[in-house]
DNA sequence: AGAGTATTGTGTATTATTCTCAATAAGTGA
DNA sequence: TCACTTATTGAGAATAATACACAATACTCT
């Protein structure tokens, strides 16, 4: 069940919040991500720079932030010293990732299993849950045999 | 199987690395925190200053670094803009958190099919495996019931 | 349409982390 | 034990991601 632009809206003035025209273009930039892609701040800076939709910056940081708490985006980490962003999708296109920490290589893969027991976690504290993420840092083959040093 | 001054030199050595007090001292810190604490780069420089041992940021972020690519430590990137340590500790330690994206409200649990999903999803790609942990954003119960926006 | 207020864009501030480089000291082998 | 090589440290400056302040704009509701 993706988002449409009034299913966006009525979440967001549930809250007392509106829907913009950069919120909208920003959820649809990321409703056409190819699968296996995630974005920056910057990226989606970019990106929306080129396609015609200019929005500032600070829009931007602020958009996703909302998205992300809303459970509409994924907030990930890999190990780059910034955010990525991705559309939080249910089963059966939730996923995870395997990170080579020193070039960044990201592998996604699908567990069930994972989202089962992190539904299951935050219910039994009474949390309520947004996104559930299970990361793996590694190291590539590739970085394995390089010798260099870090 | 904790480490030595001896083990923890042999592993440096081995990679042409090698010790150093600080090193030695970093680590113990980590060694006796409790369980359930987790250490920023900021909160290391202040414990090892007030416990006589001053070290420069600098070979603090350096040397924590170091030790999570060596898999000694690991890198927990929670809600609050800026990276935690802790011992990255074997079954039965090894944990997984759970966390409020609103106020930082952390919780850890135990799962050890994660910890095999983990080992196999890496070996069945070749990498070298460092850590692995499940990630779990959700809004703890206060938090759901303040109105507070953001 | 108008009131009330959430949101935007611009510019600036903050802050975690990295970088530079000269001084120091760990490892190694004679 | 003593040099020799070079990894490491500490101090400070630099970087880069993200947050903030505020006046102008534009949603939403009546
Ligand atoms: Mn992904
Ligand atoms: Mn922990
Ligand atoms: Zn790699
Ligand atoms: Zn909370």
Redesign the pocket.
Known sequence: MAYTANSL?AE??ER????????EVILNVFQNLAEGHHL???DLYNELQSQGD??????????V??MARMGILREL?FA????HYELNQPYPHHHHHLICVKCNKTIEFKSDSILKLGSKTSEKEGFHLLDCQLLIHAICPQCQRSLL?G
Chains 1, 2 share one sequence.
């Open positions: 809206k967001l003035n007392g919040w509106r829907l913009t025209p950069q919120r920056s701040a910057e200019p929005i500032s910056l600070s829009t931007i940081y602020r958009t932030k909302l980490e780059e010293g910034h955010k040093p």
